[in-house]
Nanobody, 123 residues
Framework: QVQLVESGGGLVQAGCSLRLSCAAS????????MGWFRQAPGKERESVAA????????YFADSVKGRFTISRDNAKNTVYLQMNSLKPEDTAVYYC????????????????WGQGTQVTVSS
């Protein structure tokens, strides 16, 4: 079992930045693909970003490409999502996810999920 805890969400104005963090339990963190999903009211869950276990391969959804970046620190069992130039349409609950396959995370699925952190972007 893996436990994931997100933090860093909040209320910001459009154009501002936030950095989300996800702390993972256990010593097997470095073997997992990590990702970030989001779900807004009335919309389907979507995969925002993913990163391979080594950090060498990264994926971003077209809607956030150029604005968001994902990174990980395996020594700290932590993955980050840096969100710049935030837009009102970025408003959602953001979830951290872990799985052993990159394509699974890119597709918006994962064996393990966090409880989520709310990001609200005002206009």
């Amino acid at each position: 079992q893996v436990q994931l805890v997100e933090s860093g969400g909040g209320l910001v104005q459009a154009g501002c930045s936030l950095r989300l963090s996800c702390a993972a339990s256990g010593r097997t963190f470095s073997s997992y693909v990590m990702g970030w999903f989001r779900q807004a009211p009335g919309k389907e869950r979507e995969s925002v970003a993913a990163i391979s276990s080594s950090g060498g391969l990264r994926y971003f959804a077209d809607s956030v490409k150029g604005r968001f970046t994902i990174s990980r620190d395996n020594a700290k069992n932590t993955v980050y999502l840096q969100m710049n130039s935030l837009k009102p349409e970025d408003t959602a609950v953001y979830y951290c996810a872990a799985d052993h396959r990159l394509n699974v995370v890119v597709a918006g699925r994962g064996d393990y999920w966090g409880q989520g952190t709310q990001v609200t972007v005002s206009s």
